[in-house]
C-alpha cells in the first residue's frame, strides 16, 4: 500500500505539545502512561488502581499524580490519542488516494494495520470509554462521529460514482468501522496471522461489504 507505519507507542508523543519540561519527565510520562494502557486494556479502567500503575511504571505509589491530574485524565489522553491517530490515517489516506475507490482501500488497510498494531490502545479508547468523565466523553464523541461521517462520506461518493453499490450507507459505515474495531481485541502479534494478513482480509472483506469484488 505504500503507507508510512508509525512507531508503536505513539501515544506518548502527545506529551510533546508543552508538557514535557525534560527529558527526564518526559521519560516518567512515558513509562506511567504505558503502563496505564496495559492495565486498563487488561483489567479495565475501573479495576486499575494508581498505585498499580506507578509500580508497572517502576515509580513510587503517588507518582501517577506528580505528572497528571487525575487517572481520568489518563484515560481521556489515551481514548483522544488513539483517535488523532485514526484521523491522520484518514488524512493520510485522502491525500493520495485517485478516487474513492482508492481512499476507501487505503483506508481499510491502514486501519486494520492501526488496531493490530496498538490492540492495547485500541481496546482502551474503545472499549473503556463508558469509564470517561461526561465532560471528556462529549469531546470523543465529537471526534468519533467525525471519523464515521468521513468513512460514510467515502461510501457514499463512491456510490455516487456508481463504483459502489450498498443499500444503506449508514448502515454499511457501522459494520465496516465495527469489524475494524474488533481487530484489537482478537489479534494476536505471536499468532500464526502477520498484521498485513490480518489488514489485507480486512480490506477484502470490506470491498465486499460495498459492492466490490
Not at 470517561?132 to 463512491?158: C, F, K, N, Y
Amino acid at each position: 500500500m505504500g503507507m508510512r507505519r508509525r512507531t508503536k507507542g505513539t501515544v506518548m508523543g502527545a506529551s510533546s505539545k508543552g508538557l514535557v519540561v525534560n527529558e527526564t519527565q518526559a521519560d516518567a510520562r512515558t513509562r506511567l502512561l504505558q503502563a496505564s494502557i496495559e492495565y486498563f486494556a487488561g483489567k479495565g479502567y475501573h479495576s486499575t488502581t494508581t498505585r498499580e500503575i506507578a509500580i508497572a511504571a517502576n515509580m513510587s505509589s503517588a507518582a501517577l499524580y506528580v505528572h497528571y491530574k487525575s487517572k481520568a485524565d489518563v484515560l481521556f489522553l489515551i481514548c483522544m490519542t488513539g483517535l488523532d491517530e485514526l484521523v491522520c490515517i484518514m488524512d493520510e489516506a485522502a491525500d493520495r488516494s485517485s478516487g474513492p475507490l482508492d481512499e476507501f482501500r487505503r483506508v481499510a488497510y491502514s486501519f486494520a494495520i492501526w488496531h493490530a498494531e496498538h490492540s492495547a490502545m485500541a481496546r482502551v479508547a474503545n472499549y473503556q470509554i463508558h469509564a470517561l468523565r461526561p465532560d471528556h466523553w462529549t469531546v470523543v464523541r465529537g471526534v468519533r462521529h467525525s471519523i464515521e461521517a468521513r468513512v460514510r462520506g467515502i461510501i457514499e461518493a463512491g456510490m455516487g460514482d456508481g463504483v459502489f453499490h450498498v443499500r444503506d450507507s449508514h448502515m454499511t459505515t457501522l459494520s465496516v468501522i465495527s469489524m475494524g474495531i474488533d481487530i484489537a481485541r482478537w489479534y494476536q502479534a505471536d499468532g500464526s496471522w502477520t498484521v498485513d494478513d490480518v489488514a489485507d482480509h480486512y480490506r477484502r472483506m470490506c470491498l465486499c461489504m460495498v459492492g466490490v469484488v
